[in-house]
């Protein structure tokens, strides 16, 4: 037998979407609703997790107090035009109010505002599909891995005097999650950095701590120009971790956010650095002067790095990911090509390969819109 969900009134719809906003669970939600979890995820899913911006009413439209007022006007048997004259509205107004909702005899103020906020609904055709050249690029870019915030910026550089080629990365965020839209494939979805079939507020993880590592360097000793990001060759390290035997070794150049993904032969110290070592021959020597790290234990070694390379290390403080918030951010893009729990042992360094350059070669709005390429690029021509 099938199940019936349960029908939310406007005013449950709104504190859906509140507590929704407010990081509660669906169970949490349906509780306070008094409905069942099933209920509250049609409602979210139906939506893509992205609440609908508030109704409002017309303000030439008729309101509930006004429709109450004709309906005491028709039961002390008042013609139209005294109705018109008290509520100061056109007499043709009161008279379609009446005869839309059942006469004289039927009419009931609160049933015929609910209609009419029912009927009041104009859904509006969605711009992506009112201009299909620009849905097809926006779709060919996502198919590519560009995100959404990357494609509105580069639009009306590419199409500087085309109007029509404009629209805002909440478009096309909203486009893909709210299928009711139709324009977007949702196959398109698995292109984004998260994979969701629903968006959720931002929330804030906690960070486990990290292993002693004898003789760090800290962070707060490391040279002024790497914090300011103005000169190029200072750089931030991490393992990205799959299975418990495997990891990518990432590094981001903090100036250009230029992206290197190396294929250690383990997650033990030594490994690790032999691939950070084989991983700086790759770039001149001036673009390396320093690497931030965080406490991970794969560092223990580091010494024999800063041996073999001249590049000094320095250590984050413990539980602070934001003091290398560009690793932290590439993780995060690198987790759609390799998701938790994956076997990074079997993947090719041509494969790493790929995907950095895949990254190297997107536009960033950190850099002003322009690709970490372009960005090195002109920095190893000034300096080279």
């Known amino acids: 037998m099938k199940r019936r969900l349960h029908r939310f009134s406007r005013a449950q719809q709104e504190e859906l979407w509140r507590r929704w906003k407010r990081h509660e669970t669906l169970a949490m939600i349906g509780a306070a609703l008094a409905c069942s979890r099933l209920g509250v995820y049609s409602v979210v899913r139906r939506q893509g997790g992205i609440a609908p911006p508030p109704r409002r ?76 050249r620009l849905c097809s690029i926006v ?75 004898v003789g760090a360097v800290s962070i707060a000793e490391r040279p002024p120009a790497a914090a300011d990001r103005a000169v190029p060759g200072h750089w931030e390290g991490d393992l990205l971790l799959g299975t418990p035997r495997a990891g990518i070794v990432t590094l981001v150049e903090r100036h250009s956010r230029y992206v290197l993904l190396l294929q250690p032969r383990g997650r033990a110290t030594e490994p690790v650095v032999d691939a950070l070592i084989r991983g700086v021959r790759r770039l001149p020597a001036h673009l390396w002067r320093s690497l931030t790290w965080d406490r991970g234990f794969e560092m223990a070694d580091h010494a024999r790095f800063t041996v073999a390379t001249d590049v000094q290390v320095f250590f984050c403080d413990p539980q602070s990911p934001w003091q290398r918030g560009s690793g932290e951010n590439t993780n995060g893009l690198l987790r759609q090509y390799f998701p938790k729990g994956m076997d990074l042992a079997t993947v090719p360094q041509r494969q790493l390969d790929v995907v950095a350059h895949k990254l190297n070669t997107r536009p960033r709005e950190t850099l002003g819109w322009r690709t970490p390429a372009e960005v090195l690029a002109t920095t190893v021509a000034l300096t080279g």
């Open 57 to 132: 009413r017309a303000r030439w439209a008729l309101s509930l107090a006004e429709r109450e007022e004709i309906s005491r006007g028709i039961a002390a048997q008042r013609s139209v035009r005294a109705m018109a004259g008290v509520l100061r509205r056109p007499p043709s107004t009161i008279s379609r109010e009446i005869r839309r909702h059942g006469g004289r005899t039927h009419y009931r103020a609160t049933r015929a505002d609910e209609r009419a906020w029912r009927r009041a609904r104009r859904p509006k055709v969605c711009r992506l599909r009112a201009h299909g």
């Open 139 to 213: 779709a060919a870019k996502l198919e590519a891995d560009w995100s959404p915030q990357q494609i509105a910026a580069w639009l009306p550089r590419t199409y500087p005097h085309d109007p029509t080629m404009r629209l805002s990365h909440e478009t096309i965020y909203r486009t893909l999650y709210v299928q009711a839209r139709g324009a977007l494939k949702q196959e398109l979805v698995r292109h984004l950095r998260r994979q969701r079939s629903r968006r959720r507020p931002r929330g804030t993880r906690a960070r486990a701590g990290r292993a002693h590592i």
